[in-house]
């Protein structure tokens, strides 16, 4: 499936350390989202970007932030992350922001030390 | 904000059987309500979803019914098969942006 597709799929990182996420879309789709999924809890909405704008921020720590520089590509940067931090890092898109299918990509399973 | 409890969290059933997972909702402004299998190491794929303008539809073998008075919904999966084991999540639109909340998901395992 090359609809979403996310970069690296598998990190590993310090508490100290500075990384990023990549998402792109190829399916013209104007919204993209970040999701967090860890072990039995539901998928948590981080991030919200229709048009480039964000729309959404779920309460996230500032030690995630969210770049979107065309509708087509998604970057989370991390840094000075916890533990508690290591989940699946999904994203997502949809053709507009709302009640829309959204398709996923394959997700970034991040550790952190 | 918006509530989804989904039930329940585990199901087994011998293959053929029909399996059911059910979810409640707590915004009664919600209009969208989509399922996601989510097999093994795979993302979450969408299945089918229902807006509060039916009661229910149906899929093939998967059908999905609403109760907007009670605030529940369901799917329903009949004939399974193997191939029908993964984890599925529920989720219902909410708050001014309808963006989707998700419930904690069902493992459902189908036994040959």
């Known amino acids: 499936e090359t609809g979403v597709t996310q970069t690296p799929r598998h990190l590993v990182m310090g508490m100290t350390n500075k990384k990023s996420l990549k998402c792109e879309q190829h399916l013209g789709h104007n919204a993209m989202y970040w999701y967090k999924q860890s072990a039995k809890k539901p998928l948590e909405l981080m991030f919200v970007y229709n048009f480039k704008e964000q729309t959404e921020n779920n309460s996230v720590p500032s030690r995630f932030s969210p770049e979107c520089p065309n509708s087509s590509h998604l970057f989370l940067h991390l840094h000075t992350l916890q533990p508690e931090d290591s989940a699946l890092y999904l994203c997502?898109?949809?053709?507009?922001?709302?009640?829309?299918?959204?398709?996923f990509g394959p997700g970034t399973r991040l550790l952190v030390l | 904000g918006e509530n989804v409890e989904q039930h329940p969290s585990t199901l087994s059933v011998q293959e053929g059987d029909s399996a059911v997972i059910k979810c409640t909702y707590s915004d009664s402004a919600s209009n969208y309500f989509p399922w996601y299998k989510q097999e093994l190491g795979k993302r979450p794929q969408l299945i089918i979803d229902?807006?509060?303008?039916?009661g229910e539809k149906k899929d093939q073998r998967i059908a999905v019914t609403l109760n907007k008075t009670a605030k529940h919904f369901s799917l329903h999966i009949t004939e399974t098969q193997p191939e029908d084991s993964a984890v599925y999540f529920c989720a219902a639109s909410s708050g001014s942006a309808r963006q989707l909340t998700f419930g904690s998901g069902t493992q459902l395992t189908v036994l040959p």
């Open positions: 997502a898109s949809s053709p507009y922001s709302g009640e829309e299918t959204q398709y």
């Open positions: 229902i807006r509060s303008n039916v």
